[in-house]
């Protein structure tokens, strides 16, 4: 079992159902976007944030982590977006100097606008870390054939997943087996390693996956993937009504 399967069955919203989580958590995605302000950035996040570490109690460090991950990666992306451009310098222009195209700075406009992005994408990426930190993969697999997804998208929903956390597994026990062996005692030591490592990675993955999907096709003989889950969840009005509650705050502000 992987990382975010294991979080996710240990987790207390396990046992709600999983349409009630998706709806909530795709319905504040949907609020957050549509309604472009950052009263409802901050709200919203806050509100799952609650909700992720109240009520189906993700310990703190776990939920802290994946956001902390996610955060920095989204705001290395968006680090192109703090550079404005334009013929000559603007009035709230911050820094920024002359170029044989113009004037390219930071003004403080831009700063507000990347600051506004920021914020609903850190918003965003929380509802969705709601879903993945409290709903095993196989409640959204029988959530989505319940919901008639085609046959095929969810067979390749789950070669992915596997795929994913397979070229991660693979990762670790390749890098394990190297700081056994010493491969990272020096800097010199340890960008051999790092070499090797990348170098072996891929063809390592593609026999597991090619070995994956052969057992797969001789088990099935092509057909869909069965998911066993015999659990019944509960009702989780909590979150229908937060959604309410969200959704009222933001036509209102």
């Not at 992987?2 to 987790?11: E, F, K």
């Not at 776990?62 to 955060?71: D, F, G, N, P, R």
């Not at 222009?93 to 609903?120: C, D, H, K, Y």
Request: proline content about 2%; overall charge positive; some cysteine.
């Amino acid at each position: 079992m992987n990382v975010l399967d294991r979080i996710a069955n240990q987790s207390r919203a396990a046992a709600f159902s999983p349409g009630h989580k998706a709806l909530f958590a795709i319905g504040m995605l949907v609020i957050i976007v549509g309604f472009d302000s950052v009263f409802v950035s901050v709200t919203a996040l806050v509100i799952v944030a609650a909700i992720t570490l109240l009520w189906a109690q993700v310990t703190v460090a776990t939920w802290s982590k994946v956001m902390l991950a996610e955060s920095t990666f989204i705001a290395v992306s968006l680090v192109a977006l703090l550079f404005t451009t334009a013929q000559s310098a603007p009035a709230d222009a911050l820094w920024g100097s002359n170029i044989w195209v113009g004037w390219i700075g930071i003004t403080q406009s831009g700063l507000q606008f990347l600051g506004e992005l920021l914020l609903r994408s850190v918003a965003s990426v929380a509802c969705l870390n709601f879903l993945a930190l409290t709903t095993p993969l196989h409640d959204l697999i029988r959530l989505a054939q319940k919901l008639k997804a085609p046959d095929l998208l969810v067979d390749l929903i789950l070669l992915t997943y596997r795929f994913i956390w397979s070229l991660y597994e693979t990762l670790q026990a390749m890098r394990t087996a190297q700081q056994s062996r010493l491969g990272y005692s020096s800097y010199r030591t340890g960008m051999r390693s790092a070499a090797q490592l990348g170098a072996r990675l891929f063809i390592r993955t593609y026999q597991r996956m090619d070995a994956l999907n052969t057992s797969w096709e001789a088990r099935l003989g092509g057909m869909n993937m069965p998911v066993w889950n015999v659990r019944v969840h509960q009702p989780a009005y909590l979150l229908i009504v937060a959604l309410g509650c969200t959704l009222v705050l933001a036509i209102v502000n």
